[in-house]
């Protein structure tokens, strides 16, 4: 048997085991992980200023080296967030959809964990503890496998989660970290459809495709996000600037930052030279279509957009502008362009937010609110384990509901069917 395939049968046993595991002993288990985040910060930060080293002598890009980074203010945010996990309902039993039918037989469904999950991802480590959490919470056993680029990082944080297990009395197993970071390896993890029920990428287009093209395991994508603002004629200006800086500014690497702002034409020769004032002193450029380009001539900010830059995720401090005539370019624009992830409309016209809501198709459609709270912990879910952009069986932050599948628990007396 290969190494994973090892690695896969012991995970499915712990599986079985954490399934039936009391959900106070899996809440303890989380609160000893949430500790050991905020105790053991030195041991995990000496090892991602290795990686950060490492990664930057490799010629890493400075947006994938700040997702690698980690820091005192990450680790403890990392542990606010196990901790809330902890405090979060626990799922695995809960009873819905009871009633009692004609023939007096007792019906209801029963939240039960989805078994074995594959979460593969690149650069930041804080999804090896996101995916602990709440595969913990969920009754679910994992097999994560990180990139080169965070393997110190990964390996850190995994030994303390497999410390939380064992003292916590639950199999270690449950959550196991790839420590190879080979592409043969990858292949391998993505063919054991025998021992994995979900396997979700994290990371690039390039990474997502590969996965589906190669894996026998059912795959959930998302995280890729080219996402839209829209300021419609009927804004609040001065808002929408706030809403258009945050969107941009306060974390550009992640897939929910801003990508594309489209300008009504009404109110272009105003707004645009105000973003590009405001942004452009927190060091965006932008890439301007013809219409924005010539309100803003001469900026040096400011160039010319190339026909992929609106079907670019920048995850940088770069901004796509587009001049549009109204609603309907907008909706087009996005229908064209949108990776349906997180696209959002800036407004006082309700009519306009309820057509926006009802035309845009994206895991997460935004009115009068940046694209940042398309997020598990912004949305009450409690952390996240990815974002789903498709339909089957989630789409957005896949958090603690979302990790769950259900049975059907039928009772009677001796019932037989006529």
């Known amino acids: 048997m290969s190494s994973l395939r090892t690695t896969g049968a012991a995970a499915r046993v712990a599986a079985r085991t954490l399934a039936l595991v009391p959900a106070a ?4 288990a989380l609160h000893a992980l949430a500790a050991a985040l905020r105790t053991q910060q030195q041991f995990v930060l000496a090892a991602n200023a290795a990686d950060l080293a490492a990664a930057r002598s490799a010629g890493i890009s400075e947006p994938l080296a700040e997702r690698l980074l980690l820091n005192d203010r990450r680790l403890n945010a990392m542990a606010a967030d196990v901790a809330a996990v902890a405090a979060a309902p626990d799922p695995i039993g809960e009873k819905f959809d009871e009633r009692t039918l004609a023939n007096g037989l007792q019906v209801h469904r029963q939240r039960v964990p989805l078994g074995v999950l594959g979460v593969v991802y690149e650069s930041r480590p804080n999804v090896t503890i996101d995916v602990a959490a709440l595969c913990l919470r969920t009754g679910n056993a994992a097999i994560l496998r990180g990139g080169s680029e965070a393997l110190r990082t990964n390996l850190a944080l995994g030994a303390l989660v497999r410390t939380a297990l064992a003292a916590s009395g639950i199999p270690a197993d449950a959550i196991q970290l790839v420590e190879s970071t080979d592409r043969a390896q ?11 029920d979900l396997l979700i990428p994290r990371g690039g287009n390039a990474l997502h495709q590969f996965c589906r093209e190669h894996s026998r395991v059912p795959v959930i994508t998302g995280g890729v996000g080219v996402c839209h603002l829209y300021v419609d004629a009927s ?16 974390r550009p690497s992640v897939c929910n930052a801003l990508d594309t702002l489209l300008v009504d034409a009404t109110l272009a020769p105003v707004l645009l030279p105000e973003v590009v004032a405001r942004l452009g002193a927190a060091g965006v ?3 301007a279509d013809g219409a924005a380009l010539a309100v803003l001539a001469g900026n040096p900010a400011v160039s010319a957009a190339a026909p992929a ?25 996005i229908g064209q362009h949108s990776t349906a992830h997180s696209d959002g409309i800036l407004t006082q016209t309700e009519a306009h937010a ?23 912990g912004q949305l009450g879910l409690g952390g996240e384990t990815a974002v789903s952009t498709q339909r089957l069986h989630v789409r957005g932050p896949m958090g603690i509901s979302e990790l769950t599948t259900y049975k059907w628990v039928v009772r009677g007396n001796y019932a037989v069917r006529e």
């Open 25 to 28: 002993q899996r809440t303890q």
């Open 186 to 196: 990858l292949l391998e993890l993505l063919q054991l459809h025998d021992q994995l």
């Open 235 to 250: 804004a609040n200006q001065a808002a929408a600037l706030d809403v258009i800086y945050n969107a941009k500014v306060q």
């Open 285 to 287: 450029a932008f890439r």
């Open 309 to 333: 830059d609106f079907d670019t995720e920048w995850l940088a401090l770069v901004l796509g502008l587009k001049v549009v005539s109204g609603l309907d370019e907008a909706l087009a624009h």
């Open 354 to 376: 309820a057509r926006f809501v009802a035309e845009v198709d994206s895991a997460g459609v935004f009115v009068n609110a940046s694209t940042r709270f398309n997020d598990g």
